[in-house]
């Protein structure tokens, strides 16, 4: 199972084959594209991210795993497989999403109710924003989550 966790990225660097997915991100040496390196989601320990869902304290717990991307249109992008869960003691989600660069969808599932709905996930230099129903012509609602 992939795991969903935001992420620090290194673009332009792969990972050797059968690394494991990951929490902790390897660290970059700045935010310089040319150099080859670029920070993406914040470097945050343990893949553990802090948000607020509707005024009621939210925790996501993220992993990721970095993939060769051949078909990347976007020279030197790096694709993600994501997996998680996001629990705000109200109520508890799960889900999966595809990173390529900075932004990805993927599927998020209410487990309280059963519900599965479309998410989009946009990296940040200090976490991610996640948003729920990005272009089902619902009302669509995005999240900020930060390292913690």
């Given at each position: 199972m992939r795991n969903f966790g935001v992420f620090a990225t290194i673009v332009g660097t792969t990972l050797p084959a059968g690394c494991p997915p990951q929490s902790n991100p390897p660290a970059t040496t700045g935010d310089n594209p040319a150099a080859g390196t670029t920070t993406v989601g914040g470097n945050c320990p343990g893949g553990v991210y802090a948000g607020d869902i509707g005024g009621v304290q939210a925790t996501a717990n993220v992993q990721y795993e970095?993939?060769?991307?051949?078909?990347?249109?976007?020279?030197?992008?790096?694709?993600?497989?994501?997996?998680?869960?996001?629990?705000?003691?109200?109520?508890?989600?799960?889900?999966?999403?595809?990173?390529?660069?900075?932004?990805?969808?993927?599927?998020?599932?209410?487990?309280?109710?059963?519900?599965r709905f479309r998410i989009r996930i946009d990296l940040t230099s200090t976490g991610f924003l996640l948003t729920s129903n990005p272009f089902e012509g619902l009302v669509e609602t995005t999240y900020t989550f930060n390292c913690r």
């Open positions: 970095q993939l060769p991307c051949s078909s990347c249109v976007e020279p030197g992008a790096t694709y993600l497989a994501t997996a998680g869960t996001v629990d705000s003691g109200v109520a508890q989600y799960s889900f999966t999403a595809d990173i390529i660069g900075t932004s990805g969808y993927g599927d998020m599932v209410n487990l309280n109710a059963n519900e």
